[in-house]
Structures are given as C-alpha cells and as structure tokens.
C-alpha cells in the first residue's frame, strides 16, 4: 500500500520513475519495485521523495514514515512464510489490515469462513486421510487467519457465493454439512454477511472470484485482489476500482438477501 501511494504521488507531480530514482541515488527499476511493493522501504528514500513530490506537511510526512517501520515489522503470518509465495503473504498482511472486506466466490467457502476439515479436504487435494505436517500447517495458517474476524477492530466481510459452492461436496457430505453449520453460526455475528447467488442468475456480474478491500485509513486506496494458480493480481488505480464496485454492486442486488440465504443454508442442511 505504500508502494502504491508513493506511485501516485509520484504521477501526480508528473515526474519519471528515472528521475526519482536519480533523486536517492537508485535507478528507474528500483522505483518501480519500490512501486509493487517487492523491495524493502528506508525511511531516507521515503523522505528523499516525498520532498520530490512536494509533500511537506510534517504529519502527513510522519504518517508515511510511519508507515514505512510498520512495512518492516514481520507479522505472525511470516512463520508460515516457506508455505507462502510473497504475493500470499502481501495479502495476508493486507487482509489484516483492512476494514472492510468484500469477496466473491464461485467454487469455494471463502477461505475466512471455512472450518478445519473444509481447509483439510482443499489442501489435501480430496485425500485428507493422508496428512502430512506441511499440510497441517497449512490448515493452520488458515485458521489463523479467521481471527482477524474476531478481534475487537475486526472488519466487516461481505460474502456472495455461487449457489453451486453449497452442492459442491468438498470432503463429503459431512464436512459440507458441518461446514453449512458453521457458515449459520457465524452469519449471525454482526461484522459478517454472507449472500447466495442463484442459480438462475450465476454468472452474470463476474466471470472468476476476486476480493475488495478497504481500508479506515482516507490516503489508503481500495485494493482488488485476484488469485491465480501461480500469483496474483493486485489492482489500485481508480478506473479499476469503480469497475469491481459496480460488480460488487450488481452483485449484492443479484444474490438472495442475507435472511433469505440463511434460509437457503438450512434447507440445504436437511438435504444432506
């Protein structure tokens, strides 16, 4: 998220990548990475450029530098970082950060909302009768994960899945039963909302899941964030943006309401 402000800084002054690098002593590609996040920030540089931006404001400077110890401070999550590729572990950090998370999903319970023997089945490839310490921790981490919903500060996440997520057997029938169990559970905190899109209506607002993130802080950017099989994609600029929220949106006004869908999620209990 630094990375991404000290980019937008940096177009809003109309200056090159080059000359900012110049500006502390670096080269075009080393600005860049700064820009993706995928190098480490000193608080020089930071400052360095900031003055080059025309930021001078002593808070609103603070708060960057501020940012830069607290992008440096590994968190809990980096002990599972040779389970993770870095741009897991970017949204990981991120996810702990925001206060608001909207995510869509068309195959699976959203990780935050799956119990144990759900995250069980998925990492052990449908076979989790054949565990493996790696897959334990990564069953774990995963636990981990969900207390970002239970702290005091915890954000608010907006859930839509496909209808087909509740009749795909992921382990079976009794871990999908349970897991159904804990999505009624869980629904009724106040900071959680899960909504079902129909059948009827699948596939119309968005072709593949994504997350939204949002953030209490006003200088920090929503974030869309796109897994793959072998990455991600993180998208800030604003054209983008006003894209997914449209999509979120048509979303929200396509799936069943929230009461409903806890309807739904018990008739479909007592199917199984």
Known sequence: MLGSQLRRLREAA????????????????????????????????????????????????????QMVKESNNPGWWHRYGDLMPNWLQDFVGLEESASRIQTYELQFVPGLMQT??????????????????EQERRVKLRMDRQKVLHRADAPKLWAVVDESVLHRPIGGPKVLREQIDYLLEITRLPNITLQVVPYSLSGYAAE?????????????????????????????????????????????????????????????????
């Open 14 to 65: 109309e200056i090159t990548r080059g000359e900012a690098g110049y500006r502390i002593r670096g080269s075009e590609s080393k600005i860049s990475r700064m820009e993706l996040g995928r190098v480490g920030f000193k608080e020089r540089d930071v400052a360095d450029l900031l003055a080059m931006y025309g930021v001078t404001d002593p808070e609103e400077v603070g708060e960057y530098l």
């Open 116 to 133: 144990e023997d759900y995250v069980r089945a998925i990492v052990s490839h449908g076979r989790p009768d054949i565990r493996t310490a």
């Open 208 to 272: 593949g899941a994504f997350t939204m993130m949002r953030f209490a802080e006003p200088e920090l950017p929503d974030l869309v964030y796109i897994e793959h099989l072998t990455g991600a994609l993180y998208l800030d600029r604003l054209e983008e943006i006003e894209q997914y929220s449209r999509v979120v949106d048509r979303l929200t006004v396509d799936a069943e309401t929230p009461n409903r869908t806890r309807q739904l999620l018990s008739k479909r209990r007592a199917e199984l």
